[in-house]
């Protein structure tokens, strides 16, 4: 059964990675349509580092970019200039690819300011996916945990592969822009398959707009503020009840 705890362990990262992308990384750092308690923006930070290895700044950049380009020459990882399959197999190249680019660090990220603990630890992506994978195997023993730290990176780059590939081809569309929305996707990525809603309104820190649409991570986000770690900053007049 230690497999199935695995599997488990590693479905349960994947969705933690997910809402700290979505509500840290995206709604809070990438788009300032959220505040968050910093404490709680500490805590997501180093689980990003420690399980995805990526620095704020340079996602924040990468995506910033992805949005001035929407489907356009120019957008990192778009499907309608490279093909579908590419971005969903591939999203992973592309983004390191751009991420690698000290112009569009520079230019699309300027208010991501490089700190002590950057230049200590975050900045060192290696040292934290060592980290995690150490994790694993001293959970789980060398091969079953190398095999769930796959297991969960692998998911986790897929689904960031699924975002930036099918919800720009597939699915319905409540606005006039390239993206589209997906329920299913949504629930897989804390309300990141919202995805047309998104980029209509690109700094509202909630992604449902119709009702039937689901956003996980705006419970969570609710549930914060109640307690006073978390503060929506845009809502679009129409979501705004």
Not at 36 to 59: I, K, N, Q
Not at 110 to 135: A, H, K
Not at 149 to 154: E, I, R, S, T, Y
Request: glycine residues 10%.
């Amino acid at each position: 059964m230690n497999w199935l705890w695995a599997v488990l362990v590693s479905l349960g990262v994947v969705q933690i990675s997910n809402v700290c992308t979505t509500i840290y990384l995206h709604r809070c750092l990438a788009h300032k349509g959220l505040d968050l308690h910093p404490a709680v923006r500490f805590l997501m930070r180093v689980h990003l580092w420690v399980f995805t290895g990526m620095s704020p700044r340079e996602w924040v950049a990468v995506h910033r970019k992805h949005h001035h380009f929407a489907d356009e020459e120019g957008d990192p990882h778009s499907p309608r200039l490279r093909g579908l399959w590419p971005i969903l197999l591939g999203n992973a190249m592309y983004y390191g690819r751009e991420a690698r680019n000290p112009e569009t660090i520079t230019k699309y990220a300027p208010d991501v300011v490089q700190d002590g603990f950057d230049r200590m630890l975050f900045d060192r992506g290696l040292l934290g996916l060592g980290i995690s994978l150490s994790l694993f195997c001293a959970i789980f023993g060398l091969w079953l945990g190398g095999l769930a730290f796959l297991f969960q990176a692998g998911t986790y780059i897929f689904l960031s592969g699924v975002i930036n590939g099918v919800c720009h081809t597939i699915g319905y569309r409540n606005y006039s822009n390239g993206a589209t929305n997906l329920r299913s996707v949504a629930y897989l990525t804390a309300g990141e398959g919202l995805h047309n809603n998104h980029h209509q309104f690109p700094s509202s820190a909630k992604f449902s707009m119709r009702p039937g649409e689901h956003d996980p991570a705006w419970i969570i986000i609710r549930a914060l503020g109640a307690i006073g770690l978390a503060q929506p900053q845009r809502l679009p007049a129409e979501i705004s009840q």
